[in-house]
Nanobody, 113 residues
Framework: QVQLVESGGGLVQAGGSLRLSCAAS??????MGWYRQASGKQRELVAT???????TYADSVKGRFTISRDNAKNTVYLQMNGVKPEDTAVYYC?????????WGQGTQVTVSS
């Protein structure tokens, strides 16, 4: 089994920056990424990154958020710049491990206007 542990959430003012980290307990050979769920809404994709570094982004975060990955540390990052109040949500780390979807416990990001 593999566990994902997120860190870096918190309160930030609109226009500010925040960096989320997610460390996996084992090496992840496949996709890793970030999803988010705002209150009363469904969980949605934010960004994903393959082991080789190919990335995808939701349209709502393109140009503001950057996903990256350190395979040696089994860690994925989400650099959030120019945050907006609508980015407020619980952010979940995701990994595909042995063809199974693995989720972190979530970290709250709150953007104040």
């Amino acid at each position: 089994q593999v566990q994902l542990v997120e860190s870096g959430g918190g309160l930030v003012q609109a226009g500010g920056s925040l960096r989320l980290s997610c460390a996996a307990s084992r090496s992840i050979l496949s996709l890793m990424g970030w999803y988010r769920q705002a209150s009363g809404k469904q969980r949605e994709l934010v960004a994903t990154v393959t082991r080789g570094g190919s990335t995808t982004y939701a349209d709502s975060v393109k140009g503001r958020f950057t996903i990256s990955r350190d395979n040696a540390k089994n860690t994925v990052y989400l650099q959030m710049n120019g945050v907006k109040p609508e980015d407020t949500a619980v952010y979940y780390c995701y990994a595909n491990f042995a063809w199974r979807d693995i989720w972190g416990q979530g970290t709250q990001v709150t953007v104040s206007s």
